[in-house]
């Protein structure tokens, strides 16, 4: 699979032809190959907010001395609409939400605010809670009437000084979220009157999809500590989605059109006028999972080893069977979408910091991408947080899920770390042969085959991934997520596209229905 907007069209050959947008037909390649930036839907971070009551979150590796400073933009969102700028109703809409559609001015939240926690220390690690994530050229896109987004500094001593220092292997989860039409349970473009609704300071967010949300944890010790944290942001958001939404969670949802209703908030202007159809297309959420691994060369030697895991740890999350009302016959159709737009994919490998740096050099020196939170990779190491995100899960079901697979996150990452220390030089994986694996995730989850990268061995990844998780164990227990941990295992024998599927029956209404019905499971 490829990982950036030059590559070759998507092959339309079965299975994939049945998920992936016939009406595009040849011209898909025409639309893949565009001029540059603002890519996948949105940037996405962990930020350090109040939490609700008197909860109170911090940055990973942030002090209780940081510095609070707040800057509020002139702008404001503004209601959902079509990206053509009209007003008209989506279809499938409930007679509620096109009253709401086509007033337009009914639907509208609260200003965005950008908020910096300094830290005056080399070596520690603020946090950045922005309210900009992909502003696209700030000139174009805001027109002075926005701020730009929180500069981070990408030169090479900048990034070291970020992973620097010493800390545990914190976690932080977000998760990507759907606001349904609660009569057709179609994708309801309201998020920005939820996320009005919800009066959360931050921890409730949109994103380019008008009918997505974001929500955020703080960072944590420990998964059980996040799993808190999401099951809070989801009451949350149910409470907020009463008379307006029904909310779900899923990482595409199964039967609705292929083409999207994006935000009117100005940030993403440029992503439409850029990408045009492409940007009403990714109607796609993902789970991501910041984890520190504190240490400068320890944190690049972990990244390049965590490239080689993005499959198994993609067939552990698959969960997107379904598009546009049909069954692709894969395990997740959400990569396939994704890699229409640039940086996508598999990572290449960083053989150090100043390579890093040279690579954010030459973004905003070729306009391609002006901000390092624009290297949408399923894997990055985070300039701004000092973390490894890891993109590649699709977003679960349940809090419990995302728990599982955020613990399968926080323990590889410690596990590779603790090989690093004890002198193992960890192995960098070429770029295509992860690739391979990673189209086999995508194809088949759980019920295909992984080759070993070195020997090409193929072995099913079942037990690919029953053998890593064993291996983790000793480490969970050591983090203190073996619970979590061993609720991955049980998503191991029986995925969630697998779920999904038998709870469609054949009719991918029942998939929404059955989303929709598990939102608040467990929490």
Known sequence: ???????????????VAAGLPRTLGAGVGQLVVLRGQVGRVADDRVEAAPGEGSEEVAAHGAHADAVEQTVQPRGSHRSARHVDGGHRPRAGLGRRHRE?????????????????????EPGKHPGIAVGVEDAGRDD????????????????????????????????????????????????APVAAAVIEAASADGLVKGELPAAQLETVTGPAATVGEVAQQLARRR??????????????????????????????????????????????????????VHVRAPGVERALAVYNA????????????????????????????????????????????????????????????SGGFHHPRMWWWELRPHPGFGTLELRVPDQQTTVGESAANAAV?????????????????????????????????????????????????????????????????????????????????????????????????????RAAAWLADHFLAGT
Request: hydrophobic share 45%; glycine share 10%.
């Open 1 to 15: 699979m490829s990982g950036g907007a030059g590559g070759d069209p998507v092959d339309q050959d079965a299975p």
């Open 100 to 120: 709401r559609a086509a007033a337009g001015t009914e639907v509208e939240s609260v200003a965005a605010g950008y908020t910096v926690l300094a830290v005056d």
């Open 140 to 187: 174009e896109a805001h027109g002075g009437d926005v701020a730009p987004p929180t500069a981070i500094e990408t030169d090479a001593a900048s990034l070291r000084a970020a992973f620097d220092g010493d800390g545990t292997f914190t976690v932080g989860i977000e998760e990507e979220l759907m606001t349904l039409d609660p009569e057709t349970l179609d994708l």
């Open 235 to 288: 009451r949350l958001v149910a409470r907020a989605c009463a008379g307006l939404a029904t909310p779900a969670a899923g990482a595409v949802h199964p039967f609705t059109d292929l083409l999207g209703t994006v935000s009117e908030d100005r940030r993403y202007q440029a992503t439409t006028v850029e990408y045009g159809e492409v940007a009403r297309l990714q109607l796609v959420f993902g789970l991501h």
């Open 306 to 365: 965590l490239r080689s895991y993005l499959p198994e740890l993609a067939a552990l999350a698959a969960n997107a069977p379904f598009l546009a009302g049909r069954d692709t016959g894969m395990a997740s159709v959400r990569p396939k979408i994704s890699e229409l737009l640039p940086r996508q994919g598999v990572p290449p490998a960083l053989a150090s910091w100043d390579e890093y740096a040279d690579a954010f050099a030459w973004g905003r020196a």
């Open 409 to 509: 996150a926080q323990s590889l990452v410690a596990s590779l770390a603790e090989r690093h220390d004890a002198g193992e030089a960890l192995p960098v994986h070429p770029t295509w042969r992860i690739e391979q694996n990673r189209w086999s995730a995508a194809r088949h989850g759980l019920a295909g085959m992984l080759a070993d990268l070195d020997s090409g061995e193929p072995r099913p990844t079942r037990d690919r991934v029953a053998g890593l998780l064993d291996e983790l164990a000793p480490v969970a227990a050591r983090l203190g997520c073996s619970d979590e941990l061993a609720d991955a295992v049980a998503l191991a024998t029986a995925g969630g596209s697998d779920r999904l599927r038998a709870a469609a029956a054949g009719d991918p209404r």
